[in-house]
């Protein structure tokens, strides 16, 4: 019979060996784990700035903000010094404020100088100090951002590479207006806010550009959400719509926007439409570009119904088959617009025919209205040589094969937003929607 | 017989005054207690003189004026890096730190090493106040409104003995110290050394001894905490050993009166030379044109939910009205950001004299901005 107190000498010792194999085991996972907190734990104590393109510092060297200026002073990429000088100078005087004097928001340069017509200089807009391909206060000398036909669609030929360059084209988003609209409808928006920051946070937006397949890299906030970015959750990308299908990629008739992948749901995309029609659901005050729409009035942009009581290219249900059964006019819809599910209905995103920033197009019309050289794998052209140039009739033809429209240059004159019988008399005696 | 007894009753009377000075209750005395000694020689003549002058090291080049035994920085400095020390039972705050090595206790608003040429030697990092070491990176005071003074004035340097106008205080030819603290009281009628309390007049040699030009009348008022803040940079937040700052939201100008003046807090008295940085420059509401310096922070947006903690010693903020206690939270609609919420006066280990490492932030360094712009980490 064993001895009470050597059974509990055993006991005592089989658990001093299990609490030390514990101990032994739990070792290297608590050195990995300190190694873990030592290597990520700025990543985990990072926010939505550092996490932001501006923000960004690491790995190094990164791609944050850096001017000359400041990073001559020792600053780190990505501090807040690049765009803000908190006392209108750096050392005292140097460097000299952009625009010889403080600036709303403490920046280094004033936001926007409420120039009503581009084309725009760099000291037209703060964001134009970096934004350009040439010439940027960034160390790097130059930032590139090409068109989004280019980044998301696929397309190579080059008309603007930089965002100035983009506002510069013949049809832009007139930043003007921007700011007009934005201040006297977002609460967020300052008088002497940058017209950019309607649709983007500086502090949030991240780097799509470098990441066209990850929407989670999204660089757009709605003004309606001007805290939050716009895209990066799944519940706010394309794919919220049931008949949405992206454009074919520019080369392929089996890849799709963004990425170039045969995925085409949606779900790399953010829900664009509702981004836009944030602003584009109003009749948007114009300096330059008339409507087409005669009920509009003069001075102002037409506002957009993109719901199911609303245009047939947003929401509303599709009236005719897509090989044109039952309408008079001869027309079919094409690939990738004429299988199941969106043969029955479809919805387009607004980037889908629309560059956000600026077109090469140019019109006889009052605008090209930011429309896409390429659309749906097709290289928009067809009347003349040069970039800039296009039929109207080749634009619709990215998706439309008709024979009705009066020419080349016929088709905006009874198709536009909010189309509804209302063109000339020789539009015809249509009374349903028509766009 | 006669001249030595007229001698020995002088000598009896200056020795029963000097004795019935110090020992008059340290509270009556105020700011400095101890033997008075510690700070003053009536002859400066312990050893033989003019031939011992300056031989003692307690005893600088030449006599002091107001019969003193050594200059601000002789006495507020020390080998030691520590906030304060005690000289004869009275304790001395700490400006001046002369070791090696960077202190790593300082005041709240911080030390003079870090400028000081042989030991920081770096301009950028705080006022450069010693007489012949002119600020090598800045011409003037930034921000400078009020014009020059003369090129000896304070608002162009510290470190040139200033030759203008009097100024009521009698500035012709002081500089340095002397040029913030302009009228340095050590026997103001304020709380006892080394204990807490408020300081908000002219009687009680105002907080710190700023204040503004004699024909003024007015200084900076505050609640002074007992230690200097001992602990700094260290500080925990959330506590109460702090410090009590006033500021003025709804000021126009700069300094005490110019333009209708930026209240009676140290934005008031930093705006005295840096007038650009105030209500005078800065713009009046959001968005500022320069960082604002006494601007309520905002119970909104990200603001809403600035100083998590509590109050953050690293980070301190203003009050519109003076508590007479340090308490230990921070009213956010209510209380102001002001210059020292990021910037220690005196010198600081970083750039600008920024109260944390802001420049090589990110990637190391460290944003004490986030404090109240909470979404911009």
């Not at chain 1, 897509?322 to 819809?333: E, Q």
């Not at chain 1, 429209?405 to 004159?413: K, L, T, Y």
Request: with cysteine; charged share 15%; glycine share 12%.
């Amino acid at each position: 019979m064993e001895d009470p107190d050597e059974t509990a000498n055993k006991s005592r010792h089989k658990k001093m060996i299990q609490d030390s194999r514990f101990k032994v085991q739990g070792l290297p996972i608590m050195i990995s784990l300190f190694f873990v907190l030592l290597i990520y734990g700025h990543v985990a104590m990072a926010g939505p700035y550092l996490d932001s393109a501006h923000g960004n510092y690491t790995p190094s060297p990164g791609y944050g903000v850096n001017r000359t200026a400041t990073a001559n002073s020792g600053y780190a990429r990505g501090n807040c010094a690049h765009c803000h000088e908190q006392h209108a100078s750096i050392g005292g005087s140097e460097p000299t404020p952009a625009s010889g004097s403080a600036s709303p928001f403490a920046l280094f340069a004033d936001n926007f100088d409420n120039k009503i017509i581009g084309p725009y200089v760099q000291t037209d807009n703060f964001c134009f100090y970096c934004h350009v391909n040439v010439g940027a206060v960034q160390t790097e000398g130059s930032i590139t951002n090409k068109q989004y036909s280019n980044t998301f669609g696929g397309y190579t030929i080059d008309s603007a590479t930089d965002i100035m360059g983009a506002f510069s084209l013949n049809s832009y988003h007139n930043l003007y207006d921007i700011q007009d609209f934005a201040k006297t409808k977002f609460d967020f928006f300052k008088d002497s806010s940058n017209p950019c920051v309607a649709c983007h946070n500086p502090h949030r937006a991240k780097r799509n550009k470098a990441h066209p397949t990850d929407p989670s890299y999204t660089a757009i906030s709605r003004p309606t959400d001007h805290e939050n970015l716009w895209g990066d959750d799944a519940n706010e990308r394309m794919s919220n719509y049931t008949y949405y299908r992206p454009p074919y990629y520019y080369g392929s008739n089996a890849t799709y926007e963004p990425d170039g992948s045969a995925l085409h749901d949606g779900s790399l995309i953010p829900d664009y439409n509702a981004f836009c029609l944030d602003c584009h659901q109003y009749q948007v005050p114009t300096s330059q570009s008339a409507s087409m729409n005669p009920n509009t009035p003069a001075t102002y942009l037409t506002a957009i119904n993109w719901s199911a009581s609303g245009d047939m290219h947003g929401e509303r249900s599709r009236i005719y088959d897509v090989n044109g059964t039952g309408n008079s006019r001869t027309g079919t819809i094409i690939a990738p617009y004429n299988v199941v599910p969106v043969q029955s209905n479809y919805v387009l995103s607004c980037l889908d025919c629309h560059e956000p920033h600026g077109s090469v197009l140019v019109s006889g019309r009052p605008s090209s209205y930011l429309l896409r050289k390429k659309v749906n794998n097709n290289r928009v052209d067809g009347c003349g040589p040069g970039e800039g140039n296009f039929c109207e009739t080749d634009f619709c033809g990215s998706c439309h094969t008709f024979s009705h429209c009066g020419g080349p240059q016929g088709c905006f004159q009874c198709h536009y937003h909010g189309a509804y019988g209302n063109g000339p008399g020789w539009c015809g005696s249509w009374v349903g929607p028509v766009f | 017989m006669a001249q030595f007894m007229m001698y020995v009753s002088k000598k009896a009377y200056l020795i029963i005054f000097l004795m019935i000075i110090c020992c008059l209750p340290g509270h009556a005395l105020a700011k400095v207690k101890g033997l008075c000694s510690n700070c003053h020689t009536m002859h400066a003549s312990q050893k033989q003189w003019p031939g011992q002058w300056g031989n003692e090291t307690w005893l600088r080049a030449h006599p002091q004026k107001s019969l003193l035994v050594n200059d601000c920085v002789g006495c507020h400095s020390s080998g030691s890096s520590s906030t304060n020390y005690n000289l004869g039972g009275c304790e001395v705050p700490v400006v001046l730190y002369t070791g090696a090595g960077q202190p790593t206790s300082y005041l709240a608003g911080g030390n003079f090493w870090w400028v000081k040429e042989g030991l920081g030697g770096e301009d950028t990092k705080g006022h450069n106040v010693f007489l012949g070491e002119d600020d090598d990176s800045l011409p003037e005071a930034p921000g400078n409104s009020v014009g020059s003074c003369g090129t000896d004035a304070c608002h162009i340097n510290l470190s040139e003995q200033y030759s203008g106008p009097d100024m009521v205080f009698v500035l012709n030819g002081k500089y340095g110290c002397q040029g913030c603290h302009l009228n340095a009281r050590h026997h103001a009628n304020d709380h006892p050394n080394g204990e807490s309390g408020l300081v908000d007049s002219a009687d009680k040699g105002w907080y710190r001894f700023l204040s503004g030009h004699g024909f003024t009348g007015e200084g900076v008022k505050g609640y002074e905490y007992k230690d200097w803040e001992a602990g700094h940079p260290n500080l925990a937040p959330g506590g109460t050993a702090h410090n009590e700052y006033i500021g003025d939201a709804a000021a126009t100008g700069y300094g005490f009166s110019q333009s209708g003046g930026a209240g009676d807090g140290v934005t008031a008295f930093c705006t005295g030379c840096h007038g650009d940085f105030s209500h005078g420059g800065q713009g009046s509401s959001s968005p500022w044109e320069m960082h604002p310096s006494d601007a309520k922070i905002p119970n909104s947006g990200e603001y809403a939910d600035a100083f998590g903690a509590g109050y953050d010693p690293l980070v301190p903020v203003a009050r519109t009205s003076l508590p007479s206690s340090d308490p230990s939270k921070v009213d956010i609609g209510t209380d102001l950001v002001q210059c020292l919420s990021c910037h220690r006066p005196h010198g600081s280990p970083y750039f600008k004299l920024m109260r944390w490492d802001y420049k090589n932030w990110p990637g190391g360094g460290d944003n004490k901005c986030t404090v109240c712009h909470t979404t911009k980490k």
